[in-house]
């Protein structure tokens, strides 16, 4: 597995039902971000992790949003109850380092709240 | 608040000439500015990127430019590919005790064959 991979690729969910988000970083990359890209625009960034170390969880729109990577690989993002305005495609990324070097992007998960 | 404007949503150009992608930005502390590549279902890709301290960075058919002083700094892409099309998002990283990103709203390039 040579890059960034994400799972599901597609989630189809009922308004206020739970989802979770799956990211497999590329091995060994200490750093992970995660983004909310909306239709037709560019990504924001949600949380960035140094490891197993949330450093930053400032853009999470709300606390029904929530991000964790216990082991410092594998890194899930839950929401809670969702919401229409939910509906976008989460990108995850990791870089080796630090925030500084390069990001490298998964797929991405496309959410629809229905 | 912070933020990066980007011009022009969208861009059409023939085969084989430039296409050039600007970029504004607010925060003046910023000091590294990536530019990514997104292919239809796709997640972006970095093609180039420059930090503060350097005004004009090159790879082959694209280069990048910063002004500081302006806030403001361009992706150039010579020779246009139609494999060249796609979505050109820049970003800066935003100083500010945060690690945060803020990206542009997106460039569509079409390279016409």
């Given at each position: 597995g040579a890059g960034v991979s994400q799972s599901p690729r597609y989630k189809v969910a009922k308004r206020g039902q739970d989802v979770a988000l799956r990211c497999d970083p590329i091995s060994g990359h200490v750093s992970l971000f995660w983004y909310q890209q909306a239709l037709g625009q560019g990504p924001e960034f949600l949380t960035y992790f140094q490891n197993e170390a949330q450093l930053d969880k400032s853009g999470l729109p709300s606390d029904r949003f929530f991000a964790e990577r216990p082991e410092g690989s594998v890194s899930t993002l839950k929401i809670q109850r969702t919401q229409q305005e939910d509906s976008a495609v989460y990108l995850c990324a990791s870089s080796l380092g630090g925030p500084y070097n390069e990001q490298f992007f998964g797929p991405g998960t496309r959410l629809t709240v229905l | 608040g912070e933020n990066v404007e980007q011009h022009p949503s969208t861009l059409s150009v023939q085969e084989g000439d430039s296409a050039v992608i600007k970029c504004t930005y607010s925060d003046s502390a910023s000091?590294?500015?990536?530019?990514?590549?997104?292919?239809?279902?796709?997640?972006?890709?970095?093609?180039?990127d420059i930090r503060s301290n350097v005004g004009e960075k090159k790879d082959q058919r694209i280069a990048v430019t910063l002004n500081k002083t302006a806030k403001h700094f361009s992706l150039h892409i010579t020779e246009t590919q139609p494999e060249d099309s796609a979505v050109y998002f820049c970003a800066a990283r935003y100083l500010g005790g945060t690690y945060k990103y803020i990206f542009g709203t997106g460039t569509r390039l079409k390279v016409l064959a």
């Amino acid at each position: 597995g040579a890059g960034v991979s994400q799972s599901p690729r597609y989630k189809v969910a009922k308004r206020g039902q739970d989802v979770a988000l799956r990211c497999d970083p590329i091995s060994g990359h200490v750093s992970l971000f995660w983004y909310q890209q909306a239709l037709g625009q560019g990504p924001e960034f949600l949380t960035y992790f140094q490891n197993e170390a949330q450093l930053d969880k400032s853009g999470l729109p709300s606390d029904r949003f929530f991000a964790e990577r216990p082991e410092g690989s594998v890194s899930t993002l839950k929401i809670q109850r969702t919401q229409q305005e939910d509906s976008a495609v989460y990108l995850c990324a990791s870089s080796l380092g630090g925030p500084y070097n390069e990001q490298f992007f998964g797929p991405g998960t496309r959410l629809t709240v229905l | 608040g912070e933020n990066v404007e980007q011009h022009p949503s969208t861009l059409s150009v023939q085969e084989g000439d430039s296409a050039v992608i600007k970029c504004t930005y607010s925060d003046s502390a910023s000091n590294y500015f990536p530019w990514y590549k997104q292919e239809l279902g796709k997640g972006p890709q970095l093609i180039i990127d420059i930090r503060s301290n350097v005004g004009e960075k090159k790879d082959q058919r694209i280069a990048v430019t910063l002004n500081k002083t302006a806030k403001h700094f361009s992706l150039h892409i010579t020779e246009t590919q139609p494999e060249d099309s796609a979505v050109y998002f820049c970003a800066a990283r935003y100083l500010g005790g945060t690690y945060k990103y803020i990206f542009g709203t997106g460039t569509r390039l079409k390279v016409l064959a």
